[in-house]
């Protein structure tokens, strides 16, 4: 990964919190094509980092279910609200806390894959992916959540 690469990431990651950290609207489409751009993209920078060892697609597994996880929950803490005649979501407290608890758990596993052969390049390369994932998960708990309560959600074609 290099540093462009990193720039790339630690912007999306401030963008996507920072926004979501005011409050917006709730977007069908973008909750649904943001987290599959990233996470294709995510795919794509992974496929560059070279061939995958048994255990580097081992811990891949275990960083996808974990984001998956972290993401479904953190849908749970997402404050939806009413404003201006349609649904708006705002993160609360305890998403900030499950962000930052997510990105101490990422590095761990990092660590721990590297330290069981994983490759690093492998790891650090995975990190946009496993970010889209985790958004992915998050989308598949707030629109249930959002179209079940009878407020308007955008729906942009």
Same mark, same amino acid.
């Given at each position: ?5 990193? +720039? *790339? ?11 979501? *950290?005011?409050?917006? /609207? +709730? ?5 649904? #094509? ?33 984001? #998956? ?16 005649? +349609? ?5 609360? /407290?305890?998403?900030? *806390? =499950? ?33 889209? =994932? ?17 407020? /308007? +959600? *955008?729906?942009?074609?």
């Amino acid at each position: 990964m290099n540093i462009l690469q990193i +720039v *790339l990431i630690v912007a999306v990651a401030a963008l996507v919190i920072g926004k979501r *950290l005011t409050g917006r /609207p +709730v977007d069908t489409r973008r909750s649904v #094509v943001m987290p599959g751009v990233l996470a294709v993209y995510g795919f794509f920078i992974l496929q560059k980092s070279g061939t995958l060892t048994h255990t580097d697609q081992e811990w891949l597994g275990i960083q996808a279910a974990v984001s #998956v996880a972290v993401g479904l929950i953190r849908g749970t803490s997402i404050h939806l609200y009413e404003r201006e005649g +349609v649904l708006w979501a705002r993160y609360r /407290p305890l998403t900030i *806390l =499950l962000w930052l608890g997510s990105f101490a758990l990422r590095f761990g596993l990092d660590a721990a894959a590297v330290s069981a052969g994983a490759g690093k390049s492998v790891m650090t390369s995975s990190t946009m992916l496993m970010f889209g =994932l985790s958004l992915a998960a998050e989308s598949l708990v707030v629109l249930p959540r959002a179209h079940a309560s009878g407020i /308007p +959600v *955008l729906a942009r074609s």
